[in-house]
Each structure stands twice: as structure tokens, then as C-alpha cells.
């Protein structure tokens, strides 16, 4: 069973990866802003958070430290992406499911940024 401060660990990790991961898709974002519209903008953005993502991705020691710090099962299916077949696949698929928990369009809104 899991503790309480465990599951309160968990979280704050979640928390600073989804924050690291949306102020550099934000930023990768800012110079194209003023040229688009919401929708374009939010495409925008998710294509900045895969690139970041997958920036995250590249060394295995990092993708299993984000696995653990995310509390990832990495043998578990992924409903979008399937099973991991490598540890950058699993920090990959537990980095979106984090981006997807929390969701972008809050963050972008308390950012004044739509």
C-alpha cells in the first residue's frame, strides 16, 4: 500500500513535469502567437509539447527516473500509443498521460495566453 506522503510525492512531480513541460511549449510558442487564431494556437501548442516531450526523452537514465518519479507502469497498455517497447517510450507515454490529466487549455488560460 501506498502512503500518504508517497501519493503527495507523486503529485508534486507531476506537477513540476507538467509545468516544466507547458512553460517550454508556451515559450517555443510566444513568437507566432500574435498571428493566430485559438485553434491554430492550441495545434501550435500541442505540437511544442510532443517536441518537448520527446526532448525529455532521449537519455535512458532520465526516462527511467521520470518513470519513477511519475510512478509509471511502464508494461501497462496505453490507450493512445500501446505498450512501451523501451523506457523512452514508457517516460514518453507517462509524460503525455500528465500533460492530458491536467490539461492545457487552464494552464493557457491562467497564462492569459487564450
Not at 506537477?15 to 517555443?28: D, K, N, R, W
Not at 507566432?32 to 495545434?43: A, H, V
Not at 526532448?55 to 496505453?78: A, N, P, R, V
Request: proline content about 1%.
Amino acid at each position: 500500500m501506498k502512503t500518504k506522503e508517497y501519493i503527495n510525492m507523486v503529485t508534486i512531480n507531476e506537477e513540476t513535469s507538467y509545468l516544466a513541460i507547458m512553460e517550454e511549449a508556451v515559450e517555443i510558442c510566444e513568437h507566432d502567437r500574435k498571428n493566430q487564431d485559438k485553434e491554430d494556437y492550441l495545434e501550435s501548442i500541442w505540437e511544442a509539447i510532443h517536441q518537448v516531450i520527446d526532448g525529455m526523452c532521449i537519455y535512458t537514465q532520465d526516462c527511467k527516473d521520470i518513470i519513477s518519479d511519475l510512478d509509471y507502469d511502464i508494461f501497462e497498455e496505453h490507450p493512445d500509443f500501446g505498450k512501451a517497447k523501451s523506457w523512452e517510450q514508457g517516460a514518453y507515454n507517462a509524460l503525455y498521460d500528465v500533460v492530458c490529466n491536467y490539461g492545457i487549455e487552464e494552464y493557457l488560460k491562467q497564462q492569459n495566453k487564450i
